[in-house]
């Protein structure tokens, strides 16, 4: 478990699983950093207390499961030694908010 706050949403490795919800088809599985999946929830529109709610669980469970309109997004991070107090996790979101609007 992360104890030290060299961790950022930069560093973060996660794998994410797409998959149409309802529908049969083939999941899109990618790999991108913590950083790029909360920069696209942003863009999506997504509020920063939206983006809390799934970020802490993330960063303490090491996975979660969002459905974004008609698909589900499973996040897992990819280095367990990643998963973090909820201290800390709030604060790489925190860090992330201060660089993303500085």
Do not use: N
């Not at 149409?20 to 942003?42: M, N, V, Y």
């Amino acid at each position: 478990m992360v104890t030290t706050q060299a961790v950022s949403a930069e560093t973060i490795q996660l794998g994410q699983r797409r998959t149409r919800i309802g529908l049969q088809s083939q999941p899109h599985e990618c790999d991108l950093t913590l950083a790029e999946k909360l920069d696209e929830l942003f863009d999506d529109g997504y509020g920063s207390d939206d983006i809390f709610g799934v970020v802490v669980p993330l960063l303490m469970q090491g996975k979660v499961r969002i459905d974004i309109g008609d698909e589900s997004h499973r996040l897992e991070i990819k280095d367990k030694s990643m998963i973090c107090q909820r201290s800390l996790a709030i604060q790489i979101f925190e860090d992330y908010l201060a660089a993303r609007w500085s």
